[in-house]
């Protein structure tokens, strides 16, 4: 059990990867915060990952877009658990997105969209650092997507950003033994691409993807608990493509 008596703070928690990546991380001994803005399905997904994993799930509803929110989640989960070893950046507007260009999206749509994409991850790892610093130190992973090599449309830049955020947190966190690294997902077969890609997922794996088929959220685990491990203790800094060779870098 690799995160026997660790905290994990998982964002995003209530569907999808996140629940795959708290669910995982409980699997290998964490108490996990099930964090996410949907109150009604974070609440039953904590309910189910309690069922098998008592006394160490614990949902908190988070806006990650809002610094006192954040703050909040982090303040309840010390309370609940007595402190924070790692997180997981993983909320974003994805499933129910809007579609448009840079030079004509709604501002409004757009800063609201960065907000919770973009500055989220760096709004709940300000709410968390001093929590690792005061146990001597922790892991981040933050979401980013493969849409971040592929195309800048907003979606795709936010992306970007975060694999800015996720080397420049690195270095600034570094000194205190936290680590900071992040995975970039392929098309992944969760509710929220069957809204956003519908027909279109198929097509995207037969032209671009080396392994045939749409990844699962359980693709993503277990990059996500190596990169949370001390298995990765000189790791840092890093984008790990987890895409079915989507993406080829060289
Ligand atoms: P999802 O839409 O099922 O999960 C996102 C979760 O974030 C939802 O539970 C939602 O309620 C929550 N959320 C949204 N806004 C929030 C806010 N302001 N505060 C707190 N929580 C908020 O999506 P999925 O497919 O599970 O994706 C999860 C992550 O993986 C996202 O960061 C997405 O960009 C990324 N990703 C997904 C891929 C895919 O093909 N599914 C591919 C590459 C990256």
New binding site residues.
């Given amino acids: 059990m690799r995160f026997d008596g660790k905290v994990a703070i998982v964002?995003?928690?209530?569907?999808?990867?996140?629940?795959?990546y708290a669910e995982g991380l409980l699997r290998e001994g964490a108490s996990v915060v099930v964090?996410?803005?949907?109150a009604e399905?974070?609440q039953e997904t904590a309910d189910k990952l309690a069922a098998e994993h008592e006394g160490r799930v614990a949902f908190v509803?988070?806006?990650?877009?809002?610094q006192e929110?954040t703050l909040a989640m982090a303040a309840a989960c010390v309370e609940r658990f007595g402190g924070i070893d790692l997180l997981v950046?993983?909320?974003?507007?994805?499933?129910?997105m809007e579609f448009d260009l840079l030079v004509t999206v709604d501002w409004d749509y757009y800063e609201k969209f960065m907000?919770?994409?973009l500055n989220?991850a760096l709004l709940c790892t300000r709410a968390v650092f001093g929590h690792m610093q005061a146990r001597g130190g922790g892991a981040i992973v933050n979401?980013?997507?493969?849409?971040a090599w592929l195309y800048s449309g907003f979606?795709g830049l936010?992306?970007v950003g975060?694999n800015g955020l996720t080397q420049q947190l690195a270095h600034e966190l570094g000194g205190m033994g936290i680590r900071v690294n992040a995975?970039?997902?392929?098309?992944?077969?969760?509710?929220?691409?069957r809204?956003?890609?519908g027909d279109a997922?198929a097509q995207i794996v037969k032209q671009s993807l080396a392994i045939k088929r749409?990844?699962q959220?359980e693709d993503?685990v277990g990059a996500c608990l190596y990169l949370l491990s001390d298995e990765a203790s000189w790791v840092t800094a890093q984008v790990l493509a987890v895409?079915g060779g989507q993406v080829f870098r060289s």
Avoid: C, F, H, R
Wanted: proline share 5%; aromatic share 4%; charged share 10%.
């Fill in positions: 964002t995003g928690a209530a569907q999808g990867i996140g629940a795959a964090a996410d803005l949907n399905v974070g509803q988070v806006d990650v877009a809002s929110s950046n993983n909320a974003a507007i994805y499933g129910a907000a919770v994409n989220g979401q980013s997507s493969t849409a979606y936010a992306k975060i995975i970039a997902p392929g098309p992944t077969d969760t509710e929220a691409t809204v956003q890609a997922a749409m990844g959220p993503m895409d």
